[in-house]
């Protein structure tokens, strides 16, 4: 069986020892041997990263781990590159979160202005990893879940040659979630959205569609622990004729939302910091070789089993279905070709094909999608070229901005706040 080396970017994240875990759990189908952890903060790479060895040898992997903060050093004759990178930190998390809010605007790590800033902040790094694997390792696969997901996949199959998904935890929970309740375990499901704005639009067992069931139900999915939810009304789900994923409620319930982060003592970001600080603490115990119980406070529940499940669905050519970010080559008849979407795709070693929806008729996603979509493409526009403009038509069309003076003012302050990270803006 081939050797197998993968680099993981970012891996100072205190999520990484999920990554590790599902290594862990597929060595008899995944023949790693070599795992570089790359990380740009020494303390985090090397607190989590011996943790991480200590996982690898308490399984007696016959798998070489280096630390290293040099990124071509990770990146060198890798087979897969994953990347989980947070330019900033959680500090600039925390602006995103915090500025927003004095100008009337939710503040939020993916949505709203505040995700905006996140791409603004993390394309341009992702722009250099992708060169730098186009360099050291040409035939590497990139699986990025560095968030947006879906707009650094927009941005990277547009402006780059590397091969790449785009990978988000939200499906394969809210998969598992309707299973669980409908008790069907084995029912397929047709997920269609943008990364973090997302539906299920179909639920199938034994021949039949039980997607009426569920929204007679009133039925939602699990939220994602990072989002405070109050979930979707029966009546609401029966407008929309789907279920949507948790992240629809910053766009259906803008108003509440906004109010409860305003009242709220601290931001998502900050009590991030804490429990990140609680995590590296006990990762410091040399005794410590397994994932502690305190990571499932953070938003990455199944992180493991959504990512390394898709590197041995590529590397082993499975042929399995995936829900992933990837370019919409026609799967979505409402959406252009070159469109970053979230869809199911089969999954094998030369990539992903997305499966095709044909006739969706759903005229409130298919709309929404279109708007938000517009919104996305101005952002990479923007992300890439430094154009201001096109960051104020991208935030124009943002359903949780709108306002030209407020997205103005705000634009202005959240770029002061993070010029350190803005290399496009000069």
């Not at 060198?76 to 809010?101: C, M, N, T």
């Not at 949507?244 to 803008?254: A, D, G, I, R, T």
């Not at 003012?409 to 803006?425: I, N, R, T």
Request: hydrophobic share 40%; aromatic share 6%.
């Amino acid at each position: 069986m081939s050797k197998l080396k993968i680099a993981i970017v970012g891996s100072g994240s205190t999520y990484t020892p999920e990554l590790i875990e599902g290594i862990i759990k597929r060595k008899g189908v995944l023949p790693v041997s070599e795992l570089v952890l790359m990380d740009i903060d020494e303390r985090k790479l090397n607190v989590v990263g011996s943790l991480c060895r200590r996982m690898i040898e308490a399984e007696n992997l016959s798998c070489r781990v280096t630390l290293t903060q040099d990124l071509d050093e990770a990146l060198r004759d890798a087979d897969f590159v994953l990347a989980q990178i947070r330019v900033g930190k959680l500090s600039a998390r925390v602006l995103d979160e915090k500025i927003p809010l004095k100008y009337g605007l939710i503040g939020q790590e993916t949505c709203g202005i505040g995700g905006f800033f996140k791409a603004m902040r993390t394309i341009p790094v992702m722009l250099q990893i992708a060169e730098r694997m186009q360099e050291l390792c040409p035939n590497a696969w990139l699986i990025n879940f560095s968030n947006p997901a879906g707009i650094i996949t927009e941005a990277l199959l547009k402006h780059t040659g590397v091969k790449m998904l785009g990978l988000c935890n939200v499906p394969y929970n809210m998969y598992k979630s309707i299973r669980e309740t409908l008790a069907l375990p084995d029912a397929k499901m047709t997920y269609v959205g943008l990364n973090h704005l997302s539906w299920i639009t179909a639920i199938e067992h034994d021949g039949k569609d039980y997607l009426k069931t569920a929204l007679e139900l009133g039925l939602n999915s699990e939220a994602m622990k990072n989002i405070p939810s109050s979930g979707f009304s029966r009546e609401l789900v029966n407008m929309v004729g789907a279920i949507p994923s948790s992240y629809l409620e910053y766009y259906y319930f803008k108003d509440k939302k906004l109010k409860l982060l305003m009242e709220s003592e601290q931001t998502r970001g900050e009590k991030c910091i804490g429990i990140e600080a609680d995590l590296l603490r006990i990762y410091e115990d040399a005794e410590l070789h397994v994932k502690p119980e305190l990571l499932s406070s953070r938003g990455g529940a199944n992180y493991s089993e959504v990512a390394i499940s898709l590197v041995d669905a590529i590397w082993n050519d499975k042929r399995e279905v995936h829900v992933v970010n990837l370019l919409n080559r026609g799967a979505l008849e409402f959406m252009e070709d070159d469109d970053a979407v979230e869809v199911s795709a089969v999954i094998g070693k030369d990539g992903a094909v997305p499966v095709a929806v044909p006739g969706f008729a759903n005229r409130h996603i298919i709309d929404y999608m279109r708007m938000v979509k517009a919104y996305e493409r101005e952002t990479v526009a923007a992300a890439v070229s430094g154009s201001e403009d096109a960051a104020m038509r991208a935030l124009l069309m943002n359903p949780l901005v709108g306002d030209y003076n407020t997205a103005l003012s705000c634009f202005g302050e959240l770029k002061e706040a993070h010029k350190a990270y803005l290399p496009q803006f000069g």
